[in-house]
Nanobody
Framework: QVQLVESGGGLVQAGGSLRLSCAAS????????LGWYRQAPGKVRDLVAT???????NYVDSVKGRFTISRDNARNTVYLQMNSLKPEDTAVYYC?????????WGQGTQVTVSS
């Protein structure tokens, strides 16, 4: 089992920044990659960014150059630094841990960007 706890969401004006954190606990050794997904009202949950055990990163095109995913292995924590936020970034952001047999999800944190 892997437990994920997100923090750092909130309300910010367009152009502002937020940093999300996700602390992982449990069977961390089984996690192949950590990532962030988001779900806007009435839409499906979409990938934002992922980072593998080896540090390779992947981003959806809409956040490239604005968002940065990173991980602190000593703290078992993954971060999402979000800069130049836009109203269309408004969503619930979910932390994800991918293992060989299943994915684990955090409870989600709301990010609201006002215009």
């Amino acid at each position: 089992q892997v437990q994920l706890v997100e923090s750092g969401g909130g309300l910010v004006q367009a152009g502002g920044s937020l940093r999300l954190s996700c602390a992982a606990s449990g069977s961390i050794f089984s996690v192949n990659a950590l990532g962030w997904y988001r779900q806007a009202p009435g839409k499906v949950r979409d990938l934002v960014a992922t980072i593998t055990k080896g540090g390779s990163t992947n981003y959806v095109d809409s956040v490239k150059g604005r968002f940065t995913i990173s991980r602190d292995n000593a703290r078992n924590t993954v971060y999402l630094q979000m800069n130049s936020l836009k109203p269309e970034d408004t969503a619930v952001y979910y932390c994800n841990a991918a293992t060989s047999w299943r994915d684990y999800w955090g409870q989600g944190t709301q990010v609201t960007v006002s215009s």
